[in-house]
């Protein structure tokens, strides 16, 4: 479900059941964007539903870096089967 949250709008992933707040935000998530929501969601998007907020910014840097790899690794697994099997 991380896969490719970097680049993808706001509340647009298929089969996840998203506030309506997140869903009607319609923002882009950027690593900025994705920072400000970590450190606190509620001013970012006011009535979403994340309970958690990341207050030490390293720690959330480290989380904005894995989603970007788990994005790199879900593009590359969707290039791979896009282009089909090599012969």
């Given amino acids: 479900m991380l896969g490719g949250v970097i680049g993808r709008t706001t509340g647009s992933a298929v089969g996840y059941n998203y506030s309506?707040?997140?869903?009607?935000?319609?923002?882009?998530?950027?690593?900025?964007?994705?920072?400000?929501?970590?450190?606190?969601?509620?001013?970012?998007?006011?009535?979403a539903r994340m309970p958690v907020r990341v207050l030490d910014a390293p720690s959330r840097h480290d989380i904005i870096a894995y989603l970007q790899k788990v994005g790199e690794e879900h593009e590359a697994r969707a290039n791979a089967h896009a282009s089909g099997p090599e012969y």
């Fill in 20 to 47: 309506p707040a997140l869903k009607d935000a319609r923002l882009v998530w950027t690593a900025d964007k994705l920072d400000a929501w970590l450190a606190d969601p509620q001013k970012l998007i006011p009535g």
